[in-house]
């Protein structure tokens, strides 16, 4: 890995009539993570993740979760989406692209990645249930958009088929970490910034 003495961190404060958010993010972690929100679907989901990415992430979020959980969730996707910017810096010497499957059980999902600098989300996922427990199925979709757009990527998310919508949704967030983690990687072949235009 080149670039080793490059500091990949960020902290991010947000703090609304809402919500009240402090999260870090370490691109070169280990997997480590200490999650503390009042939604504990997001908690496992968001553990899935810095597991599978090899990242560090550490989330406090307090939120009007008397309403619903949609404050809490978009708003830790904004967090999380702008520490990962800022985390990558220049971008010299990454990846940029990365297509990862990940089955789980009987469900398989792909998450396609370009750390373009233009913010998209192609959501192609159908879950059988609109609810996992108490967790609302449509809130995936709000986080991943916010991410992507705050993180400044191309995100492409895939569910080719499942039944059981904990799992599907699960395959979703580990191919997140994994392919967020290969877009990132440093390449000891690309010189500069991955892209003819030379910047990102």
Sequence with gaps: ????????????KRKTNETDIELSFNIDGSGRSDIKTE???LN????????????????KADG??????????EDIGICLGQ???ESLGTKQGIKRYSSVFVPMDE????????VSNRPHLEYRCDFPSGTVGTFSVELVHE????????ARITLHVIVHYGHNTHHMIEAVFKALGRALD??????????????????L
Aim: glycine residues 4%.
């Design 64 to 73: 009007d979760i008397e309403i619903d959980d949609h404050h809490t969730v």
């Design 143 to 150: 986080f991943l958009w916010k991410l992507a757009l705050e």
């Design 107 to 114: 469900a398989l999902a792909q998450v396609v990645i370009d």
């Design 1 to 12: 890995m080149t670039n080793s003495n490059t500091d990949r961190y960020s902290e991010i």
């Design 83 to 85: 520490a990962i910017y």
């Design 182 to 199: 290969e877009a990132t990687y440093y390449d000891d072949r690309v010189k500069g910034i991955p892209s003819t235009k030379g910047v």
């Design 44 to 59: 496992h989901m968001l553990d899935l993740f810095t597991k599978h990415g090899q990242f560090d992430l550490q989330v």
């Design 39 to 41: 939604v504990p679907f």
